[in-house]
T-cell receptor, first 108, second 113 residues
């Protein structure tokens, strides 16, 4: 099956800093999503981005499908951005697979 | 509002007492699935359903059953729960297995004593 890696595993930032999270996957995919899991455990959809670039406020994401990676950018981070960020991918005939996540802590 | 709902949100039970976690979606999605999340193991798929009356095993199906009698509902059944099924459970739905954004429910935190 598809393997998904995320880096870095942990990230500590001061409020206001920018960051880039990376997701690498091992095979062609037709579905890629970024999620934020908040401290209460809820999974929040950030982006559905099998290819291309999208932006939503301070967050943006880029997927380069031909090179099998995706990047999530967080600008001007806030304490409410803290939590775990997951990348998840799916391909034809394959289950939807989650990466191990990046744990982000934004300090005031 | 388009959403996936799960009930109950929290449950503490004892070993061997059958339980059902309900999942319902109002988006007319064909594909539904269940995941469990455990520390250090991430999110793993338990079962999925491509459409009504079509279900299949995911990565960790042992100890679970599912049914899909209606398009909107996909209950998860634990016939004889054990402590190793203590976990955070998520239901999800999407237009189809191959395409479309997956939407997740709020999660069910289950503790089996």
């Amino acid at each position: 099956g598809i393997q998904v890696e995320q880096s870095p595993p942990d990230l500590i930032l001061q409020e206001g800093a920018n960051s880039t999270l990376r997701c690498n996957f091992s095979d062609s995919v037709n579905n890629l999503q970024w999620f934020h899991q908040n401290p209460w455990g809820q999974l929040i959809n950030l982006f559905y981005i099998p290819s291309g670039t999208k932006q939503n406020g301070r967050l943006s994401a880029t997927t380069v499908a031909t090179e099998r990676y995706s990047l999530l950018y967080i600008s001007s981070s806030q304490t409410t951005d803290s939590g775990v960020y997951f990348c998840a991918v799916g391909g034809y005939g394959q289950n939807f697979v989650f990466g191990p996540g990046t744990r982000l802590s934004v300090l005031p | 509002e388009a959403q996936v709902t799960q009930n109950p949100r929290y449950l503490i039970t004892v070993t061997g007492k059958k339980l059902t976690v309900t999942c319902s979606q109002n988006m007319n999605h064909e594909y539904m699935s269940w995941y469990r999340q455990d520390p250090g193991l991430g999110l793993r798929q338990i079962y999925y359903s491509m459409n009504v009356e079509v279900t299949d095993k995911g990565d960790v199906p042992e100890g679970y059953k599912v049914s899909r009698k209606e398009k909107r509902n996909f209950p998860l059944i634990l016939e004889s729960p054990s402590p190793n099924q203590t976990s955070l459970y998520f239901c999800a739905s999407s237009l189809s297995a191959a395409l479309g954004e997956q939407f997740f429910g709020p999660g069910t935190r289950l503790t089996v004593l």
